[in-house]
Nanobody, 125 residues
Framework: QVQLVESGGGLVQAGGSLRLSCVAS????????MGWFRRAPGKEREAVAT????????AYADSVKGRFTISRDNAKNTVYLQMNNLKPDDTAVYYC??????????????????WGQGTQVTVSS
């Protein structure tokens, strides 16, 4: 059973930056699309960014385009989320998850599994 462990969250002022990391156990990391998701208080979990197996293709929620960057290092079984110009609305628990390559579900939470425990990001105004 694969395990995903997120880290890098914290408290930051608006306009600041954080870099989240998600390390996966096992040897099949490079066979999966990876994604970052978040759940704000009182809201449903939403997709933030996804990246394909090679890292060549990425997708972002409109709310984070131009501010967040997803990347991956397959040699380290790690996916990253660089978050710049953070806003109070970015406050949430951030999760990573994986989905088999070639999924038809598109930019959604559907098909993703092996969710990590999450890391809290709090942006103060």
């Amino acid at each position: 059973q694969v395990q995903l462990v997120e880290s890098g969250g914290g408290l930051v002022q608006a306009g600041g930056s954080l870099r989240l990391s998600c390390v996966a156990s096992g040897r099949t990391f490079d066979l999966y699309t990876m994604g970052w998701f978040r759940r704000a208080p009182g809201k449903e979990r939403e997709a933030v960014a996804t990246i394909n197996t090679s890292g060549a293709n990425t997708a972002y929620a409109d709310s984070v385009k131009g501010r967040f960057t997803i990347s991956r290092d397959n040699a380290k079984n790690t996916v990253y989320l660089q978050m710049n110009n953070l806003k109070p609305d970015d406050t949430a628990v951030y999760y990573c998850a994986r989905r088999p390559s070639g999924s038809v579900y598109g930019f959604t939470t559907r098909g993703f599994s092996s969710w990590g425990q999450g890391t809290q990001v709090t942006v103060s105004s």
